[in-house]
Nanobody, 115 residues
Framework: QVQLVESGGGLVQPGGSLRLSCAAS????????MSWYRQAPGKERELVAA????????NYAESVKGRFTISRDNAKSTVYLQMNSLKPEDTAVYYC????????WGQGTQVTVSS
């Protein structure tokens, strides 16, 4: 059974940091391109960051460049999103996504940036 389980979301003040994790199981993680998406209320889901395999090349949405870092640990079948200098506009549900032979989505984790 394929699972993508996100964790690490929560409430943080502007300027703060959070680290999201996505633990994968049920497929060959190392063969999949991994991404983080987010969806704010009333808005479409958007790509935040992505990381390839092998090699680990990355790309980011312009709005998060220099603040967010995506990484992966193939031995742990986990992808991470380190989020620094958070802004209120980063508030959204963050989703983990796997793309390869098939596509899979996690259930999402809420990130709220507010004072």
């Amino acid at each position: 059974q394929v699972q993508l389980v996100e964790s690490g979301g929560g409430l943080v003040q502007p300027g703060g940091s959070l680290r999201l994790s996505c633990a994968a199981s049920g497929f060959t993680f190392s063969r999949y391109f991994m991404s983080w998406y987010r969806q704010a209320p009333g808005k479409e889901r958007e790509l935040v960051a992505a990381i390839a395999t092998p090699g680990g090349s990355t790309n980011y949405a312009e709005s998060v460049k220099g603040r967010f870092t995506i990484s992966r640990d193939n031995a742990k079948s986990t992808v991470y999103l380190q989020m620094n200098s958070l802004k209120p506009e980063d508030t959204a549900v963050y989703y983990c996504h796997a793309s390869g032979l098939f596509r899979y989505w996690g259930q999402g984790t809420q990130v709220t940036v507010s004072s």
